[in-house]
């Protein structure tokens, strides 16, 4: 966490003190270097099939399907935000951010490591609606889709001893929504930021042994992203 915050200091500091670039709090961009933390589910939406011939198959047919399911753990990441204003009203918005996790089991697989290092690249495009208030504070509230790229998975450790060798997750696009404050500091375009994005993905995990399909689950990854940082408008 320390290291995280250095690098969003040193990247925020380094933006903002270049002097080549007028800053207005009425700028048609803005760009944000904020911290995130990455709330993230994971849950089964669907098990779409199991062969009970392979070792992990057979395990989970063993199990009541009401008796397990998954949960993906929670990360803290640096974000990059930029935006343009069409308008004071207006704004169109995208963001920049790998985040990595591991995807374990609950319930009856409650301590089961099933996928190790996911990276996601969550590509992000939302459209935003501003409140000028008349005041420094500005809320605002957006929509748009969402295409998660999923890189470098891996077995975790109980899947590879069921004779897991290999998982594959698929690239997914959904939706999210958006809502958040940009605090101005003076007329020189500094300002704060505080977001909440909730994200809507469902992407399918196949499981592998020896090149057969053993299992096929779909997931509601759904994570909560919410960021705080600093912002420069110009």
Known sequence: MRKITTLVALAAATALSTPAIAGSQDGKIQVKV?????????????????????????????????????DANNNVVPTIAVEYFFNKTFSVETICCLTQHHVSGTGALAGADLVDHVMILPATLTLKAHLDTGTPFKPYVGAGPTLFFVLDEKPGATAAALGVDKVKMSNS??????GGVDIAIGDNGLGLSLDAKKYFVKPTAKFYEDGTLALETKHNLDPWVLSAGVSYRF
Do not use: M, P, R
């Not at 993230?40 to 939406?45: E, K, L, N, T, V």
């Not at 696009?173 to 958006?178: D, E, L, S």
């Open 173 to 178: 696009f959904g939706g999210v929504i958006q």
């Open 34 to 70: 904020l911290g995130s933390a990455v709330l993230a589910s994971g849950s089964i939406d669907k098990v779409k099939s199991v062969d009970t011939d392979t070792t992990l198959g057979a395990t989970l047919a063993s199990l009541d399907s009401g008796t397990y399911n998954t």
